[in-house]
């Protein structure tokens, strides 16, 4: 008899997205995805942009006022988009 090598399906496909080089655009798209939710509805609806370029996420709100108060708070910010996505993808955040 030989023994089988079993392994989990999701363990099978993060090893075939990070081989093909597609792990990180996927978790930024995550991350992308996660701000009206992290954010909230409200901040959301002031929300005109959101990208990440070098581990940067740029937020453009319409709101000067907002964007002082989430200045604040973007520490603790990242650490919950990062806890979302459970994944070290964001370092920091710029609001524009």
């Not at 002031?46 to 990440?52: L, W």
């Amino acid at each position: 008899m030989f023994k089988r090598d079993v392994k989990q399906i999701e363990e099978l496909i993060l090893r075939n997205l990070r081989a093909q080089g597609l792990e990180t655009p996927l978790l930024q798209k995550r991350v992308v995805d996660a701000w009206p939710v992290v954010a909230g509805q409200t901040v959301a609806r002031y929300t005109q942009d959101v990208v990440i370029r070098n581990q940067t996420l740029y937020v453009r709100l319409s709101s000067p006022a907002l964007r002082a108060e989430l200045s604040m708070r973007s520490q603790q910010l990242v650490q919950t988009l990062n806890d979302y996505v459970q994944s070290q993808v964001i370092a920091n955040i710029r609001f524009c």
